[in-house]
């Protein structure tokens, strides 16, 4: 039963992924070319190493139901787990320059990398990885808690040994999502500490502020933002929070 939905979103996720790879050439062309010598590399390495360890465990997870011993079986699946935590590193690196640019310079009108080592020791780049990772986790908990709990609400047709697995699966589902949650907050909170410093204009644009608001900043919970006019408009604001949470 998981092991179908978990192939299910593996090509969704596969299909839509390449498709984000050919709106590079197709819909930002003169971007790629003038950071395609950054791009590159991290790409790269995510369509050699990561992608190919993905779809090798995969094959061999989805053909040997069976026909190896369980111990084995389970390691194919973690390798799966492991490739496509490192495939969102790569691509993280790619977009954490976009956000924090280190190690290039600009040389003939191109973005060229001076230091692939600097890319990795982005701060942005592991606080990007882990906001990720830790909402892919709260979220796969919740879906198979969910499901689980679903199935459970048509007892009448499941057979006990089934009842059993969905009971383990929900109370592990809860357990991962409540994991992953806290995990998320916390990450979330290095990651807006490091926006505040780096790009503290898109901080006030994701928070709808237009003006400087001296020592306490609200935090807006409801409003319209009229970007003509530069304001919010029927805003529900708590007074100084957003200066408690930044």
Request: no cysteine; charged share 15%.
């Amino acid at each position: 039963f998981w092991g179908n939905i978990f192939l299910l979103s593996f090509a969704v996720g596969v299909v839509t992924g390449l498709i984000q790879e050919f709106q590079f050439g197709m819909n930002w062309s003169d971007y790629s070319r003038f950071m395609g010598d950054i791009f590159g590399a991290p790409l790269a390495m995510e369509a050699l190493l990561s992608f190919f360890i993905e779809s090798t465990f995969i094959g061999l997870w989805m053909f040997t139901w069976d026909r190896v011993k369980p111990g084995l079986h389970l390691f194919f699946v973690w390798m799966v787990v492991i490739g496509t935590m490192t495939s969102a590193l790569w691509i993280l690196t790619a977009n954490s320059f976009m956000q924090h640019p280190v190690g290039y310079t600009i040389r003939n009108g191109r973005a060229e990398m001076t230091s692939f080592s600097a890319l990795l020791r982005n701060p942005q780049v592991w606080y990007e990885w882990g906001h990720v990772i830790s909402g892919a986790i709260m979220m796969g908990g919740v879906v198979v808690a969910g499901m689980a709990a679903f199935r459970l609400l048509k007892r009448k047709s499941l057979s006990e040994v089934s009842k059993d697995i969905f009971k383990r699966s929900m109370r592990l589902g809860m357990i991962v999502s409540l994991l992953g949650s806290l995990s998320v907050m916390g990450v979330g909170d290095l990651q807006m500490k490091d926006l505040l410093h780096t790009q503290p204009m898109k901080f006030s644009a994701m928070e709808a502020l237009y003006k400087d608001t001296g020592k306490s900043a609200g935090w807006t919970v409801v409003g319209i933002a009229d970007t003509k006019n530069h304001k919010t408009n029927y805003t529900i604001e708590i007074p100084g929070m957003l200066s408690v949470l930044s």
